[in-house]
Every structure is written in structure tokens, then in C-alpha cells.
């Protein structure tokens, strides 16, 4: 998507504004434990942001597969459209209670609903009211500078692009946005010059596993 | 067992203490067992108790997940959370709440910050929120926890929508019914304690003290301090690590009120057994030493000399009646033994009349018991058989005993009905009592007694021809009392003996000279010992016929009475020789007359002085030692000192004597024999002997100038005197014409009245100053 993003027309835009910066960047997001984190979103604050091509409401598609979200995150700029389409063949009950863009929305297989437009930036936390290990993010992003890693927990910058800062966010960060400046970033160059990104990640939580203390306790 | 206690004790002592001890160790046993059963039992009590509480908790825990799990999956719920609906939320919790009689509902946000709470006392409370934050870690498990005072089981679930948005906490309170619910289950006291605090009990009153009040004992026992609880904790830990103490409680004193009774029935059957056991052996004890008893008596009875026992034994088994049985047959024995043993102590062994003793007790009995008016007159006969001795050498002990026997039997058939005991008082002296009858005599008695008596003996076909003497004293004739009769009798035997007579009857008057002669002695023995001038020495000069000068003296012994009476010498010196007497005697006129010689040696007279020596001297012992020590202590020359022996007295114990004699000779002392000439010496024996001196008897001598006959001895003796070595004395000089006879016969020394009788010392001293 944000290959799709750089391929459009502002591409040439962006490289002729920004020739100042360095070439392409590429970024390394990793936890507390030096593993590289996948899905973690990148928003730069764009230097000029004057110079920014303002491109119409995309639609998006937030689908449900085999009881999970997918994409399990989903990155979408602000006033872009998400349609649910429910490739399960049961029933899912999707929600949000984010302040973003609560919504709820019965699914049913082979039906689907009108796309939903998420018009502030943020991030609506999905869930299923059916199925509670269901959970899911959209990411709306307010700036055209987007970036989500991959397996490897590298995301590429184009070089064209010159910015301040960046916001970083995870599912699992402790802090749910972490910003970083120009300078900051830098510093962390590592060997195969790649700019590191250090994130404190929480263990996932338990779900549905009951143990009894008095047992252990009684035994 | 060297124990001084009876039997009887000891057999009692030995059950009771059997039993006791048996009793002792049941009773051990018996409440070892019921103890550690009873332990046992509280111990599975406890642990049973423990599981019921921990099933109880866990059913509990079940309860609150599954609400809990309800409630946080309720969309509405999470809804309203997410939209802090607070009315709605409230709603809720009370809702869900009372669906199972939760105490604690609360909505607590990530923070811990209390959203929503069922307590509105906890709303404020600053403490909760951390506490809350706590059990964040411990999601989806039940714990305890003290909240604002009161305890509760919680548990604390995620509000997921689909991220955790907040926390519902929901628990139960422990308190009084649900401890009391907790206590019915499991039938023990439960109390809940957090920092040694009791939060709750089932036990009423505790509160401040219930360590000490669990640690409480029972001091019945008066040794052991027992438990009145028995505890066992169990510690629950929550998420901040407080530790939360379940103490199960175990009440024991009902079981303490039942284990007492047990002890106090089995101590009461135990004592009651040693009682009884006391008693029955006691009783048993008593019948075997009863028996004993019976014994100890019998044995006692036997002490006594009382051998007839014909009851039978009253109590005892078959062993002690044996036992009995053979206690009278011993009895019977003894008895059997004593009279023999008696009858041998009594009689002679050989002729089987009474002896010495027995027939004096009988006598005497007979005598006292003897009426002069219708009794007649007892007649005591003491027969000696003569020269028995010389029977018994040729013909042999044997022939020797059969001849006393013979004897016996025919004093006994002479009259055999008056004859009322024989006895028997020394080897060949027999002893007779007769009884006369009233018109008989003495003479008639006699005169039938002898001839049967001295008839010819058939011994082992030999006829002997025994000869007797016999003394005899006539009771009450002749005396009334009984040991003047024997003394008469044996006066009377003694009499016919020195007489040579058969036949003696004691005459009155003997029995005083006897008597007389005895006190004699006892005067003697007296003077001798005062020492007092009654008795004196007095010195019979010796003429040597060669120079015609006195060198010698024979020193005489003299006892004048003070009543002025002269006793003879002949007669005390005898007395004293049969008494012993001499002895003390001899050693007095050794020490007076060497005492004399010191005297006479200070005035410078030398004389030698002839002592008179008895063969008991010469026997004695000491005698030999007491003449040196005289010597030495009155610094007499030996060689002045001349003692005379005679003849006779040397031949008694001719060895001994011999040597005395030669061992007093080698000091220098000159040995003198004394009446040569009428003793039964050999003139063979003279050789051997170690003298110096012969002293011709004055039998030879008195009649010297007369008899041509002594003329002749005298003569031959003393040139055999002369040839032998010894110097020659004659005595009993009493004329001149002896005198020049002797001179003529180269006789050595002369002594006799004629020269002088014997004079005192101070006599003697003038009368050598006038003779020279």
C-alpha cells in the first residue's frame, strides 16, 4: 500500500522538493529484547509540508479471515474509507469503543455493509463481540509520511523525504506513541545502516487460561 | 536374696510387684496406643479439615471466575464501560453481584484508579488502588486480601473491549458465617490471620490474645502439659506477597475429658487387681509358712530334748509334709542317739557299771534320799584290784579287760538284790554300794563278801588268783554326809593299800588327820608366802675327816609355828611334795640360803652348803634357769654350791634328771646323792651318773661302831666311791667311835650330832669360832 502510495504522482514531487535530505533510509524497529517488530507503524512529520499533494479518500478493506482480523493492522490516512467485508462464512459482531470511531457492526457472511469513513487520526482498536480473541487496528494516519515494518521490522523511507520527526506506534508498546526527532534518530545508525527504533513492548495478555491459586496453594 | 524380710513378705512382695509391673506396662501400652491414636485421629481431622477447606476456596473461586467471567463478557458492560456510563456500570455490578451474594463488586481502570464500587467506603479508600494494581498480576485468580479491614477471597478479571479497557474485581467476604460455614464443614475451628493479627475465627473472644490462646495447655496431668488445641496453619500469599495464615484449630479437651476417664477406670481396675493380688498372696504366702512355722516349733521341741510329736501337719503340700515326716523321723533318731550318747556318758564303756561321776550324782541322790529309821544302813565299798598291772603285761589287754569284767560280774553276784550300783572309778578301782538289812552287820557282810571275792577267776580258761584291797565306810554309822562317806571310804582304800591289808573299814578319826594334813599344807602355803621367819633354814656342819676342818654345810629346812609348834619336816616337805608345793618351796630355800652364802662370803666366810633338791625340781622346767639367776643376783661361786638328790628321785625320770644334773655340773655346781644305800639303784647306775658326792644313808651309819655288818657296806662302798671318783659322806655320826671308824675308812666328810646338830647361821658362825 505505501509502495502504492510512493508510486503515485507525487513521488516526482517529493523527490524534486527534498533533494537536501539523504538518500533512501531505511528504519529497524525492534522491543526491549533486540526482536524486530513487525506492524509497527512510522508517522513522519514531513519538513515541508506546503510542498504535500493532497490525494482523495482511498477505501480500504479491514476483512475477517478465519476468525481474525486482516490485516491485523491496517494503516489508513484521515477521511479514507474501510469496507468489512467477512470472508468467514459465520456471523462476526465487529465493534470499536476507540473515541476515534465507535462503531459497531453486525456482520453476516455474503452481506456486506457500506465502508465506514474514519475522518480522525488515531487509532480504532476492532474487536468481534462473538469471538473475543478477534482483534484488530486501524491506524489513521494524519500525515502523508507513513510507514508500517515488515516481518523483518524494517520499513524503507523514500530518500526524497525530508522530516522533523517521527511517531511510532505498536499494538503492544507500552507507550502508545513514541516520538522521535531528526537528530535522535540519526544517532542509531546501525551496522547495515539502518536507523534503530527501540521499543518497550508488554507480554500479550493471557487469555482465557484460568488457573486456581488455592490448588497450588493447598498441595 | 539375703533379705531379713519374712517369707511371707517376700511372697507378697514378689506378686505385687509381678503384677504391678504387668499392670504398669498394659496401662503404658494401652494409653501409648490410645494416644497416638488420638493423635492420628486429630491428625486426620486436621488434614481432613484442610481439604475441606481448600475444596471450599477452590468451589468459591469457581463461583467468582465464572461470574466474573459473565460480567466482563457482557457487551453492554464493556459498552458502558468504554463509554464510563457510571450509572449503567453501577447497575451492572449490583446486577451480577447479587447473582451470587457477592460482597465486593468494583470496576477499577488500568490505573487502578476505582471507577466503580458495590462498597462506597472503599471508593476513598487511598490503599486500594495499589492493591488493586497488585492483583492486576494475578489475573483469573482468586486471593485473599484485607481490604479496609475485613478479608476477602477476590478475584480480578480484564474488561476487554477487545483491549483491556478496565479491571472488575468481585469477591467474597470471609466473615463470621462463612468461617462459621467453613467450621460446620469441617468440624475443626478456623481463624484467618494476617500479620499475627487475627482477622476472624469461629472462636469467640480471642481477638488480642489468640497466640497465647492457641498455645494454651492443660495442666491435669500433673507431669505432662498438654495441648488444648491442636493447630495447623496453612499460608496463602497474595500478588505483594502477604502472607495470609488459614489456622485450622483442633479443640482437644473434649478427648482430654475422655482419655482421662479411660485413665482413671484403668488406674482404679489396676489398683483393685494389686489389692486383690496382695491379698491372695498374702494367703498363700501364709500357708506356706505356716508349715514352716509348725517346723521352727518342732525343731524348737527337739532343742528341748522333746523327740514325741504325733499330730499331724495341718496345712502344706506334699513336699513339706515329707519334709515333716522327715523332721520326726530325725527326731526319733536324736532322740534313739541321746539315750545311747547318755548311757555311755554315764556308764563305763568297758565293764558297763556307772563311772566316777554318775555313781557319786546316784549316791548322793540315795543318800539324801535315805530314811535312817526304816532304811537300812549303807555300806560303801572301794575295791582296787592289786598288781593288776601285771596281768594285763603277761596275758594282754584283752585277757586284762575280760578279768575286770569278771570282776564286775562277781561283785555284782555276791549280792545281787542288796547290792544297789557298782562303779567303776579308775582302771582297777571298783566302787560298791550295799544295802544292809536291818538285822545285819557289817561283820555279817564282810564275812560272806570276801571269800567269794578272792575265789580262784576263770579267765580264757586260765584260773587267776587275784588279790584286792578294800576300803569301806558304814553310812549313816560311820557318817552322814555323802562326801564325807567317799572321802572316809577313799581314806580307808588308801589306808589298806600303804597297810598292804585286804580289808580296811575306815576309822574314826582318819578323815581328821586327813583333813588336818590339808590344812597343814594351806598354812604352809601361807607362810611361804608371807615369808615371815616361821619357816627358816638352818645349817648341819660336815667335818673334813682329812684336815679335820669345816668346808661344808648341809642346809636344813625348820618351820616353827609362832604358837612355838615344831612341825616336822618329814611330813611337810611330803605334803608339799604331793601337793606340787615343793616347787615354790625349793626356789624359797634356794633364794634364802644363797642370800646366807652372800652374807657369809661378806664376812668372808666360805662355805660350801649342800641343798636338798626333789626329782620335781629336777623336772621342772624353770628350775635349772632360776638356780643361775639366783647365782647371778647374789654373786654366788657355783662352786660353793652343792645340791643333793637322791637316789630314789634321779631313778623317777632317770634321763632328764640326768641331764639337768650334768648341765647344772658344768657350771661348777657339785652334785651330792643323797641316802645312797636304801634306794632301788643298781650300782651300775652310779657310773653314769654326773656327781660328785655319795652320801652314805645314816642307816649304815648309826649303828656304825656296832654292827659289823654296816662296818663292812660302809667300808665297800666308799673305797668303790673312791675308785669311781666321788668323795664319800657319811650322816647320822653320833659317836666318836663312828667317827675315828670312818677317819680309819678314808671316809671323805662326816656330818651327824656328834659334830653338831643343825644350827642357825648366827649359831653356826659361834660355833665355828669355838671349834677351831
Redesign the interface.
Known amino acids: 500500500m505505501i509502495n502504492r502510495l510512493l508510486n503515485t504522482s507525487s513521488i516526482v514531487i517529493t523527490l524534486l522538493v527534498l533533494c537536501t535530505q539523504a538518500s533512501a533510509e531505511s528504519f529497524l524497529v525492534q522491543d526491549q529484547h533486540g526482536l524486530p517488530l513487525k506492524n509497527a507503524v512510522l508517522e513522519f512529520s514531513v519538513t515541508n509540508p506546503a510542498a504535500e499533494a493532497v490525494s482523495p479518500p482511498n477505501t480500504l478493506i479491514m476483512d475477517q479471515v478465519d476468525k481474525l482480523f486482516k490485516p491485523e493492522v491496517l494503516v489508513i490516512h484521515q477521511g479514507d474509507y474501510v469496507n468489512f467485508p467477512n470472508s468467514d462464512n459465520i456471523r462476526h459482531h465487529v465493534?470499536s469503543?476507540s473515541s476515534v470511531k465507535?462503531f459497531e457492526l453486525k456482520l453476516y457472511s455474503g452481506k456486506s455493509k457500506a465502508p465506514l469513513q474514519f475522518d480522525v487520526a488515531g487509532v480504532a482498536?476492532?474487536?468481534?463481540?462473538i469471538h473475543?480473541s478477534?482483534?484488530g487496528y486501524i491506524y489513521i494516519a494524519s500525515s502523508t509520511q507513513v510507514l508500517m515494518t515488515n516481518e523483518q521490522g524494517i520499513a524503507r523511507l523514500a530518500d526524497t523525504v525530508a522530516y522533523d520527526s517521527v511517531n511510532v506506534w505498536h499494538a503492544s508498546s507500552v507507550t502508545r506513541l513514541t516520538n522521535m526527532s531528526y537528530e535522535d534518530l540519526s544517532k542509531s545508525k546501525n551496522n547495515n545502516g539502518a536507523l534503530v527504533i527501540n521499543l518497550v513492548v508488554e507480554a500479550p495478555?493471557?487469555r482465557n487460561?484460568?488457573?486456581?491459586?488455592?490448588?497450588k496453594?493447598?498441595? | 536374696m539375703a533379705s531379713k524380710l519374712t517369707l511371707r513378705k517376700q511372697i507378697t512382695f514378689l506378686g505385687v510387684s509381678l503384677v504391678v509391673l504387668t499392670v504398669a506396662s498394659l496401662l503404658a501400652v494401652s494409653l501409648w496406643k490410645t494416644i497416638s491414636s488420638h493423635n492420628l485421629q486429630i491428625n486426620q481431622r486436621i488434614t481432613s479439615a484442610?481439604?475441606v477447606?481448600?475444596e471450599y476456596?477452590?468451589a468459591k473461586?469457581e463461583l467468582l471466575?465464572t461470574a466474573s467471567k459473565v460480567l466482563t463478557?457482557d457487551?453492554g458492560f464493556?459498552?458502558a464501560v468504554?463509554?464510563r456510563d457510571q450509572a449503567t456500570i453501577a447497575s451492572v455490578l449490583q446486577n451480577h453481584g447479587s447473582r451470587i451474594n457477592a460482597s465486593l463488586m468494583v470496576l477499577s481502570d488500568l490505573n487502578g484508579e476505582i471507577i466503580s464500587s458495590s462498597n462506597n467506603q472503599l471508593t476513598f479508600d487511598s490503599t486500594l488502588s495499589q492493591s488493586l494494581m497488585a492483583i492486576k498480576q494475578?489475573?483469573?485468580?482468586?486471593?485473599l486480601m484485607l481490604l479496609g479491614g475485613n478479608l476477602y477471597q477476590l478475584i480480578v478479571l480484564?474488561v476487554?473491549?477487545?483491549?483491556?479497557?478496565a479491571y472488575s474485581v468481585i469477591g467474597f467476604q470471609i466473615d463470621q458465617a462463612f468461617v462459621n460455614e467453613l467450621k460446620r464443614l469441617m468440624t475443626v475451628e478456623v481463624s484467618f490471620i494476617y500479620n499475627d493479627a487475627l482477622i476472624i475465627s469461629t472462636l469467640q473472644n480471642i481477638d488480642a490474645s489468640h497466640k497465647e490462646h492457641f498455645k494454651k495447655t492443660d495442666n491435669s496431668w500433673l507431669l505432662f502439659e498438654r495441648k488444648l488445641y491442636e493447630n495447623k496453619l496453612?499460608?496463602?500469599?497474595d500478588s505483594q506477597n502477604h502472607e495470609y495464615i488459614a489456622q485450622l484449630s483442633v479443640d482437644l479437651s473434649p478427648s482430654y475429658i475422655e482419655l482421662d476417664k479411660l485413665v482413671a477406670i484403668t488406674l482404679l481396675i489396676s489398683l483393685l487387681i494389686i489389692g486383690i493380688t496382695a491379698i491372695v498372696c498374702s494367703f498363700i504366702a501364709r500357708s506356706l509358712t505356716k508349715p514352716l512355722q509348725q517346723l521352727t516349733q518342732l525343731s524348737h521341741d527337739f532343742a528341748r530334748g522333746k523327740y514325741e510329736h504325733n499330730s499331724m501337719m495341718s496345712d502344706g503340700g506334699v513336699e513339706v509334709l515329707r519334709l515333716y515326716t522327715s523332721f520326726i523321723q530325725m527326731g526319733k533318731k536324736i532322740e534313739q542317739r541321746e539315750i545311747k550318747i547318755n548311757y555311755q556318758a554315764k556308764h563305763d564303756a568297758l565293764t558297763d557299771v556307772y563311772n566316777r561321776t554318775t555313781f557319786l550324782e546316784l549316791l548322793a541322790e540315795k543318800i539324801a534320799l535315805h530314811d535312817h529309821n526304816t532304811d537300812g544302813s549303807l555300806l560303801l565299798m572301794a575295791i582296787n584290784v592289786r598288781n593288776f598291772k601285771r596281768i594285763n603285761d603277761s596275758l594282754g589287754s584283752s585277757t586284762g579287760d575280760l578279768t575286770l569284767r569278771s570282776v564286775v560280774e562277781r561283785i555284782k553276784a555276791i549280792y545281787p538284790e542288796q547290792t544297789l550300783m557298782v562303779g567303776r572309778f579308775s582302771g582297777t578301782e571298783f566302787w560298791v554300794v550295799i544295802n544292809l538289812k536291818n538285822n545285819e552287820s557289817y561283820e555279817d557282810i564282810i564275812e560272806h563278801f570276801l571269800p567269794p571275792l578272792r575265789a580262784p577267776l576263770k579267765v580264757n580258761k586260765l584260773w587267776l588268783n587275784l588279790n584286792y584291797c578294800l576300803g569301806t565306810c558304814l553310812f549313816p554309822e560311820q557318817s552322814s554326809d555323802v562326801k564325807a562317806v567317799v572321802r572316809r571310804t577313799t581314806i580307808a582304800l588308801e589306808a589298806a593299800k600303804t597297810e598292804n591289808a585286804t580289808l580296811r573299814a575306815y576309822q574314826s578319826g582318819e578323815d581328821e588327820a586327813y583333813l588336818e594334813r590339808l590344812n597343814l599344807l594351806e598354812e604352809l602355803r601361807e607362810t611361804l608366802t608371807r615369808d615371815d621367819g616361821e619357816l627358816f633354814m638352818v645349817y648341819q656342819p660336815k667335818l673334813n675327816l682329812e684336815n679335820g676342818k669345816i668346808e661344808k654345810v648341809e642346809s636344813l629346812i625348820r618351820w616353827i609355828k609362832p604358837n612355838g609348834q615344831f612341825v616336822s619336816p618329814e611330813l611337810f616337805i611330803d605334803l608339799a611334795e604331793q601337793s606340787g608345793l615343793i616347787i615354790k618351796l625349793t626356789h624359797w630355800v634356794i633364794d634364802t640360803v644363797f642370800k646366807q652364802q652372800q652374807e657369809w662370803q661378806a664376812k668372808n666366810l666360805k662355805l660350801k652348803v649342800a641343798i636338798n633338791i626333789s626329782a620335781q625340781d629336777m623336772i621342772h622346767t624353770d628350775f635349772i634357769d632360776f638356780v643361775f639367776e639366783k647365782i647371778s643376783q647374789y654373786h654366788v661361786d657355783p662352786k660353793l654350791v652343792t645340791l643333793e638328790i637322791t637316789e630314789r628321785d634321779i631313778m623317777t625320770n632317770e634321763d632328764l634328771v640326768i641331764s639337768r644334773l650334768t648341765q647344772l655340773k658344768q657350771t661348777g655346781i657339785q652334785i651330792s646323792v643323797d641316802d645312797y644305800g636304801i634306794g632301788e639303784s643298781s650300782l651300775g647306775k652310779l657310773k653314769q651318773l654326773p656327781i660328785d658326792e655319795l652320801k652314805i644313808d645314816k642307816a649304815f651309819i648309826l649303828e656304825l661302831d656296832t654292827s659289823e655288818k654296816d662296818q663292812y657296806i660302809v667300808q665297800s662302798t666308799i673305797e668303790l666311791s673312791h675308785q669311781l671318783g666321788f668323795s664319800v659322806v657319811a650322816e647320822g655320826v653320833e659317836n666318836k667311835a663312828s667317827l675315828d671308824m670312818l677317819k680309819a675308812m678314808k671316809c671323805n666328810h662326816a656330818q651327824g650330832y656328834f659334830i653338831s646338830r643343825p644350827i642357825k647361821s648366827a649359831e653356826l658362825l659361834i660355833w665355828l669360832n669355838a671349834y677351831e
Do not use: H, W
Not at chain 1, 125 to 129: A, E, K, Q, S
Not at chain 2, 138 to 143: A, E, F, H
Open positions: 465493534y469503543f465507535p482498536v476492532l474487536g468481534c463481540n473475543d478477534m482483534i495478555e493471557p487460561t484460568f488457573q486456581s491459586i488455592f490448588k496453594n493447598g498441595q | 484442610e481439604n477447606l481448600i476456596l477452590q473461586e471466575l463478557a457487551f464493556k459498552q468504554a463509554s494475578n489475573l483469573n485468580k482468586t486471593q480484564p476487554e473491549a477487545p483491549r483491556t479497557i496453612i499460608t496463602f500469599t
